[in-house]
């Protein structure tokens, strides 16, 4: 595959992580805060730095940069990373390791967008209880 670094043993088998790549898009969340240089970030996954260099020109994560270009991983940059790994370690190529992480995010957010939808759908029952119930007062106040 060439993906993984055997000097390092492979990849340390994390949990997996959604596809969301922790680019600067959200500041305000410290799971998103690029912090780690590309070389404590490939020590901490188990990998080279080679590796995450490939996985960004592939498409499967945007590091954080620095002014002067520096790149800068996150900690949800490090879990995308390990669930590379562990798609990697069960036999995908990156071109299937890219869909799988773009289809668990897709998942993910249609998931979020049914619980939105599934609350908004309650307050509506709601509602028409109530509506049904004044109905009943103002029809037995009429009769």
Same mark, same amino acid.
Request: no cysteine.
């Given at each position: ?105 897709? &998942?993910? @957010? !249609?998931? *979020? $967008? =049914? %619980? #939105? +939808?599934?609350? /908004? &759908?309650? @307050? !509506?029952? *709601? $509602? =028409? %209880? #109530? +509506?049904?119930? /004044? ?9």
């Amino acid at each position: 595959m060439g993906a993984t670094d055997s000097s390092s043993g492979g990849h340390d088998g994390g949990l997996g992580a959604a596809a969301s790549d922790g680019g600067s898009g959200s500041t305000g969340d410290r799971d998103a805060l690029g912090v780690y240089a590309i070389s404590v970030a490939a020590e901490l996954v188990g990998t080279g730095q080679q590796n995450l260099r490939l996985y960004e020109r592939k498409g499967l994560l945007t590091p954080e940069r620095t002014d002067g270009g520096t790149r800068r991983y996150s900690e949800r940059n490090l879990a995308t990373l390990r669930r590379i790994g562990v798609l990697l370690d069960e036999g995908l190529n990156l071109a299937g390791v890219k869909l799988v992480l773009e289809l668990e995010a897709e &998942n993910q @957010g !249609l998931t *979020e $967008d =049914n %619980r #939105g +939808l599934a609350q /908004d &759908n309650e @307050g !509506l029952r *709601e $509602d =028409n %209880r #109530g +509506l049904r119930r /004044d109905l009943k007062r103002a029809r037995g106040k009429a009769g």
